[in-house]
Antibody, heavy 128, light 106 residues
């Protein structure tokens, strides 16, 4: 069974830092794009960023709202993904989901990606 | 950015009803459109990728269609477990963006 388990959430003051971890099982992270999505309780989903796999140069991409403050890294030897969050703001308060972006082929076109495995989420609260 | 807009934002329906949710992009995203289902307190689940391809294990009462800027998710006959919030998401270009969600309830 494919599974993602996040950890590291908690409460932090504005300006502080936090590092989230995501442990994958049932599949090999090096084969996939991996990323983070967040959700303010009662609100919609917001993409945070992604890290591409070795075949795509380990490139990272971020939402504008977190760029320069958040860093995604991965340790494929540990089948794990990380989110280092610095200079945290109150608006970063949310449930953070680790996601796998599976690649799919349709009619011999293989550039379709979708978030096909999700963790259970870890809560980050930024408050003074 | 490519904002995604879903309509309606909420929808009341009954078991057995056929429902359709619309998702619109502000520019063409070809068919790079995914649909997710989220139940309260749970992580979202992928239902449909590439506009109309059903993820393995998803019931066939779910279907997707569209291209370019307008897409639909249709549930042909609602089951009790289908009452949830549905999100569309474009995977055409980063930043990846989601619709605001459509809450489907009784």
């Amino acid at each position: 069974e494919m599974q993602l388990v996040e950890s590291g959430g908690g409460s932090v003051q504005p300006g502080g830092s936090l590092r989230l971890s995501c442990a994958a099982s049932g599949f090999t992270t090096s084969d996939h794009y991996m990323g983070w999505v967040r959700q303010v309780p009662g609100k919609g989903l917001e993409w945070v960023g992604r890290g591409k796999n070795p075949g795509h140069g380990y490139t990272t991409e971020y939402a504008a709202s977190v760029k320069g403050r958040f860093t995604i890294s991965r340790d494929d030897s540990k089948n794990s993904l990380y989110l280092q969050m610095n200079s945290l703001k109150t608006e970063d308060t949310a449930v953070y989901y680790c996601v796998r972006e599976g690649g799919y082929c349709v009619n011999d076109v293989c550039y379709y990606y979708a978030m096909d495995v999700w963790g259970q989420g870890t809560t980050v609260t930024v408050s003074s | 950015d490519i904002p995604m807009t879903q309509s309606p934002s909420s929808l009341s329906a009954s078991v057995g009803d056929r429902v359709t949710i619309t998702c619109r992009a502000t520019e063409s995203i070809s068919n790079y459109l995914n649909w997710y289902q989220q139940k309260p307190g749970k992580a979202p689940k992928l239902l449909i990728y590439a506009t109309s391809s059903l993820k393995s294990g998803v019931p066939s009462r779910f279907s997707g269609s569209g291209a370019g800027t307008e897409f639909t998710l249709t549930i042909s006959s609602l089951h009790p477990e289908d009452f949830a919030t549905y999100y569309c998401q474009q995977n055409y270009r980063t930043p990846l963006t989601f619709g605001q969600g459509t809450k489907l309830d009784i």
